[in-house]
Each structure stands twice: as structure tokens, then as C-alpha cells.
């Protein structure tokens, strides 16, 4: 099992590498672990999808 800071780093270079879509991006890794019945890999790209999700709420409605 990979480990919460993995799953955070992982997240953080989604966000370096696509930005805003890397929620989007991570959805599409979902997708194509699901087709190739890595079960597995779908769930660590859950996580990070999960991670991302979180990020982009707070990020919504900070204060700055």
C-alpha cells in the first residue's frame, strides 16, 4: 500500500504537470487502470484523485 505522503506528493506534481486539470487527469488514470483490471493502481489513483478534490476546495473558498 502506497503511503499518505506519497499520495500528497504524488498529488502536488498532478498539479505541477496539469494544473487545473489534474483532477481531471486523475479521473482519466481511474478510468484506465479500471479498463485494464488494475485494481491496485485504481485504487492509489483514487486517493490522489480524492486528495486533489480536497485541495481544490479549499482552495475555492480560502480567504486570502
Known sequence: ??????????AHL???EFGEDAELEAAN?????????????LLTWARIQRTLA??????KYSVL
Open 14 to 16: 498532478m498539479i505541477h
Open 29 to 41: 488514470c481511474i478510468d484506465r487502470m479500471r479498463r485494464g483490471g488494475d485494481w491496485n493502481a
Open 1 to 10: 500500500m502506497i503511503s499518505d505522503l506519497d499520495i500528497l506528493r504524488a
Open 54 to 59: 480536497r485541495w481544490g476546495l479549499k482552495a
